[in-house]
């Protein structure tokens, strides 16, 4: 009879607690006003505190805008969808707590085109990317890998017009990689994307060794005496694998997207950032 009473008090117990400790799985589909699938969206919480660290999530949406994402108990922050291309999207705690299929929609980024004039000489400059060559730097994972970008951080001594970013891939075993760069102006402790069209670069097993000489389409405008960050990192691939770039000893930061964390490092990819010299 004791024994009967013991296991029925704890099945008791066990139902009270696993409301409270259930987690959350947040599933759903991210569209752009005209209803078409937005790739590679970064997805989670916009709050981040050094108390909460073990409880930071984060997801990356892949190429067809589909995503999966687990909030562990008791979190109730509203969820934070970012992409350089649209609006800062918030679907609060009491929408997505349901745990019903999402549809998330977010509105184009209204974009003001710079006015620019590039210099007579008309001949790329380097503006980033001298420093001691290191041992290879790699990414590893499946897809998504963490969402974690890294790179160098560099000073714009004058006006530039961004023409040529350059990468050295080193070797990857993924069958097919896509890449993501971004590029950041650091106001205070703050990164902020001064990007209005993502630059996505897939990479091919079969072809080896690489030079990437990646041209942005947009005017991508860099201010004398600023601070930058440019990064890169794999936001899709086929399986799990590695991927390899040569490194440079300089100062850099790997960091979350989805999770607010960064990390300050003595050596990181040896991104080139090649631009034109703006006439005033």
Not at 27 to 55: H, L, M, P
Not at 60 to 75: Q, T, V, Y
Not at 97 to 107: A, D, E, F, S
């Amino acid at each position: 009879m004791k024994k009967t009473l013991v296991f029925a008090m704890l099945i008791a117990i066990i139902a009270l607690v696993s409301p409270v400790s259930a987690q959350t799985i947040v599933k759903g589909c991210i569209v752009n006003e005209r209803g078409e699938a937005v790739e590679y969206v970064s997805i989670g919480f916009e709050e981040y505190d050094g108390e909460n660290q073990s409880y930071s999530v984060g997801t990356i949406s892949d190429a067809k805008g589909n995503f999966e994402l687990e909030i562990p108990a008791n979190r109730k922050n509203d969820l934070v969808f970012t992409h350089v291309s649209f609006q800062k999207t918030i679907v609060p705690y009491e929408t997505y707590i349901n745990g019903q299929q999402l549809t998330v929609m977010m509105k184009d980024k209204v974009v003001e085109l710079a006015e620019v004039v590039v210099g007579k000489k008309n001949k790329p400059q380097k503006i980033a990317g001298k420093a001691i060559s290191g041992p290879l730097a790699s990414f590893r994972g499946k897809g998504k890998v963490d969402g974690t970008e890294w790179g160098p951080v560099f000073k714009s001594k004058k006006d530039y017009v961004i023409s040529d970013i350059l990468l050295n891939i080193k070797g990857a075993s993924y069958q097919w990689c896509v890449l993501s760069f971004n590029i950041y102006e650091i106001q205070g402790g703050k990164f902020v994307n001064i990007l209005n069209k993502p630059i996505y670069h897939r990479i091919e097993k079969s072809n080896g060794k690489q030079q990437l000489d990646i041209q942005p389409e947009e005017i991508i405008v860099l201010r004398g005496k600023r601070k930058y960050y440019i990064s890169v990192m794999v936001v899709d691939s086929d399986r799990y694998g590695i991927l390899e770039m040569q490194s440079q000893f300089k100062t850099s930061y790997a960091r979350s997207i989805t999770k607010g964390k960064k990390r300050k490092l003595p050596i990181g990819p040896a991104i080139l950032v090649k631009g034109y010299e703006i006439e005033h």
